[in-house]
């Protein structure tokens, strides 16, 4: 059975299409937290091995008025990303993200929502049974191909499209026999967590009225 085969097997119940893509494919979703998902498979450097690539926009606002700005700024100093522990059976932990220090180092972490994910018993129970290599939450951005993925960030830091995030959850090596599971668990993974970054920016919201 080929990989897409695969992927639609797994989550027959929950596929509305699926789409061809540069990278991969995107899945468009009939319900839950999640419009869609782009499922991609990248070589891993120079090497021979591959790795899943799943990422899922999480759209609160398709409008941006200058209110809805200076939320998606604040949400910016929220960015998180897992740190993954341990060999075998492994256990997670939410940091600060990368892309937060790196690309803007002038703007101060704000650690409430990293509190909250590590708090979330249900969001680790998940973690764990997904066995994911990497997580990330950013806010939403788009990207041309062959752009810088850094100037697109700060592009739409200065001027949002629109309010909301992206999880980009990798999956590497060794996930070949038994990829159909992976799949159903990564996937009810991003649905729960979107749905908890969509309570949570309304949230943010009400604070900054």
């Not at 002038?106 to 708090?119: I, K, M």
């Not at 995030?165 to 668990?185: C, H, M, N, Y």
């Amino acid at each position: 059975m080929s990989e897409i085969e695969t992927i639609k097997l797994s989550l027959r119940d929950k596929i509305a299409e699926v789409l061809p893509d540069r990278e991969g494919w995107v899945l468009v979703l009939r319900e839950g937290n999640i419009g869609s998902i782009k499922i991609a498979k990248n070589l891993i450097g120079l090497s021979l091995d591959w790795e899943w690539h799943f990422v899922a926009p999480v759209i609160v606002y398709e409008e941006v008025d200058q209110r809805r700005v200076r939320l998606y700024r604040e949400l910016k100093q929220r960015e998180a990303q897992v740190e993954r522990r341990g060999w075998l059976r492994y256990s997670y932990r939410w940091i600060t993200g990368d892309t937060l220090t790196k690309v803007f180092p002038h703007l101060t972490p704000v650690t409430d929502l990293v509190e909250r994910l590590n708090s979330d018993g249900r969001l680790q129970d998940l973690l764990r049974r997904s066995v994911i290599d990497e997580l990330y939450i950013n806010t939403y951005f788009t990207m041309d191909p062959g752009s810088d993925p850094n100037e697109s960030i700060k592009r739409h830091y200065e001027s949002p499209e629109k309010v909301g995030w992206l999880i980009t959850a990798i999956k590497g090596p060794g996930s070949e026999w038994r990829f159909a599971s992976i799949v159903r668990r990564i996937y009810e993974l991003l649905d729960y967590l979107a749905g908890v970054l969509v309570d949570y920016t309304h949230e943010v919201e009400r604070r900054l009225l």
